[in-house]
């Protein structure tokens, strides 16, 4: 009985775990059947568009960046078709993997890897992530023939070129890859296949310029993943060529000039504020970056005393010196302070009265009675002393801020420094402090509080030798279309400083001939061999101050004590087409360091023009 009471147990749940797997497998068919029916039939379009999508795909095109020339149609910057190593992630099953198998085949190294896991996030799963730039032939030629890496492939592309190296890198710039920054400032949607753009110079000022506009091509893939046809949607447009106001050959002269020294050359053109030359020494080269710096050039930048990168034409501030003394004689005229036939008795010092301190002149035994011209030609401080302590802060701050000292020129490149023009307001501002008598007379000689670029020397000296008009200096000279005809840019932007009395402007001017031709003027040793006239004035910046009785020799301080070279100039002086402005830090005096290079670099502008006639 027991065992068949057994028998009819388990024919029981057999029957019941049957009857559960029947209903677990109806169940299971059902809700594949309603899936199917739901991807087939109600879903079918989706998943037809999206099936689409992976063998269709809109993909931007690159526009072809826009090249850069001198005035003369000398090349600066160009294009050269290279190539590079992609990486597609929708096509790469172990990323890590192949990375490390790439490098074992040295493809690539640890610092393309580290590369590549940094801006992956800039691009989606199916776009060609590039690892590896500006590969060479040899290493073209080996990737195609091992040919075993699925989802890796070498593309061509237009790598930017620098074919001077490092002349005229601070005006130029130069380009190098997008970072989260650069994305988030330029438009998305044309900047979508977009790797390089511009981060310093010409190159950023003029970004939207040269980059041109993105185009949009659609391509077709088959099941294995390889293109099999190619529609273009909407052409690329080229991004502009740039023609500069910079002439190469002052540029590579003034290069020439100070190479191994920290210093500036600017030359702008009198007449309506072109930049002829802009040159900041030391350089480097701009090639470095177009595809990421090394680590070894960037330690070598980083860790300059030098900084290479400063671009001191229009970042470095220094003292003017000297070279502001024609500006403050025409302050003096023009206050009615001072006539052109004034003297001042120089003994080599100047006192205030009641005060002890002595402020002393360069020439410690004196210049004797000097008028407002020889005071420039022999910038003699004693006179230029006695005139800012009858002028007070406050004329001379009014009347020099009239040539932009103290305020940026607005030049057509990033970074540039506006200087120091001081007054009772700026120190009680800046320092929280009263003015003193004393810093009034260091001001008028250019030194103190006030401090100004290269580039702000050479707008002031070229509104000096206009009589008046100071312009917004220029580096784009005009714009080109691939294929059409060049525009003039608009580079007319001026102002007219007030003037009073044309002669005084006209006694101002002869003071800085008298500099290059009088048989004492400071840069008297410059008329030698001339071919044009000249005018200019020489300066000599203090970098710390003296003791009054302390006389000052360069040999007993460090170099980066000693004082600054400076020159302004313009030339030729009857009809005045170029001013310059140079200086030389820690130098020593502009008489002997600075007026002759800035010879040379003018002798290169007026034997271009002997030969070719008026520059362009």
Avoid at 73 to 79: E, I, K, P, R, S
Avoid at 479 to 504: C, F, L, M
Wanted: proline share 5%.
């Amino acid at each position: 009985m027991d065992s068949i009471g057994n028998t009819q147990l388990e024919h029981s749940l057999l029957s019941s775990r049957l009857k559960l797997a029947l209903i677990f497998i109806f169940l299971l068919a059902l809700l594949l059947i309603v899936r199917v029916f739901n991807l087939q039939v109600i879903n079918h379009e989706y998943y037809q568009e999206e099936a689409l999508g992976n063998q269709m795909r809109s993909l931007p095109i690159t526009p072809a960046r826009g090249k850069i020339f001198d005035r003369n149609g000398v090349l600066l910057a160009t294009n050269q078709l290279t190539y590079q190593l992609t990486l597609t992630p929708e096509k790469v099953s172990n990323i890590s993997k192949v990375l490390i198998e790439l490098q074992h085949a040295g493809f690539i190294d640890e610092q393309d890897v580290k590369r590549y896991y940094k801006n992956r996030k800039r691009f989606r799963k199916f776009n060609n992530i590039p690892i590896k730039h500006n590969l060479s032939k040899d290493q073209v030629a080996k990737f195609l023939v091992s040919n075993q890496f699925p989802g890796i492939e070498v593309e061509p592309y237009f790598h930017r070129v620098y074919p001077h190296d490092s002349s005229s890198v601070h005006a130029l710039g130069y380009v190098s890859r997008m970072n989260k920054k650069d994305k988030l400032h330029y438009d998305r949607k044309n900047y979508s296949g977009t790797q390089f753009v511009g981060k310093v110079g010409i190159e950023k000022q003029y970004e939207t310029l040269l980059h041109g506009k993105t185009g949009i091509k659609q391509i077709e893939r088959n099941v294995s993943g390889r293109v099999v046809d190619t529609k273009i949607i909407t052409p690329s447009i080229a991004g502009q060529n740039l023609y500069l106001s910079l002439d190469l050959n002052m540029q590579k002269m003034a290069e020439s000039v100070l190479a191994g020294k920290r210093g500036s050359i600017v030359v702008v053109n009198v007449k309506n504020g072109e930049v002829l030359t802009l040159v900041s020494t030391p350089t480097y080269n701009p090639n470095w970056f177009v595809n990421g710096i090394s680590h070894a050039n960037y330690e070598l930048l980083q860790t300059s005393k030098d900084i290479p990168q400063l671009n001191r034409s229009i970042q470095g501030l220094y003292p003017p010196g000297s070279t502001v003394k024609p500006m403050v004689a025409l302050a003096g005229l023009e206050e009615g302070v001072n006539t052109t036939e004034s003297k001042t008795f120089c003994p080599g010092f100047f006192r205030l009265p009641n005060v002890k301190r002595k402020f002393n002149d360069w020439k410690r035994d004196g210049h004797g009675h000097v008028d407002m011209k020889d005071a420039i030609a022999q910038s003699c401080d004693v006179f230029f002393y006695d005139l800012a302590n009858r002028m007070g802060i406050e004329k001379l701050h009014k009347n020099l801020t009239l040539f932009n000292f103290g305020q940026k020129t607005g030049i057509d490149i990033p970074g540039e420094k506006g200087g120091i023009m001081p007054s009772k307001a700026w120190k009680k501002i800046n320092r929280n402090e009263p003015w003193y008598r004393g810093e009034t007379l260091i001001a008028g000689i250019g030194q103190g509080f006030m401090t100004s670029s290269p580039l702000q020397l050479a707008v002031a000296t070229a509104a000096l030798a206009n009589k008046g008009q100071l312009f917004a200096p220029k580096l784009l000279k005009s714009t080109q279309q691939p294929g059409e005809s060049i525009v003039e840019a608009n580079n007319k932007h001026s102002r007219q400083i007030p003037i009073k009395d044309i002669h005084h402007w006209e006694e101002v001017l002869e003071g800085m001939k008298m500099t290059i031709y009088a048989p004492k003027g400071t840069a008297r040793r410059l008329n030698k061999g001339l071919t044009y006239t000249l005018a200019g004035k020489t300066g000599t910046a203090q970098v710390f101050g003296l003791d009054p009785e302390e006389q000052y020799i360069a040999e007993k301080y460090e170099e980066k004590l000693r004082d600054h070279a400076l020159f302004t100039g313009f030339a030729p002086v009857e009809d005045p087409e170029i001013a310059i402005a140079i200086i030389v830090e820690n130098a020593g005096s502009g008489s002997s360091k600075a007026a002759p290079l800035a010879r040379k670099v003018l002798d290169v502008y007026f034997n271009q023009r002997s030969v070719d006639g008026l520059m362009k």
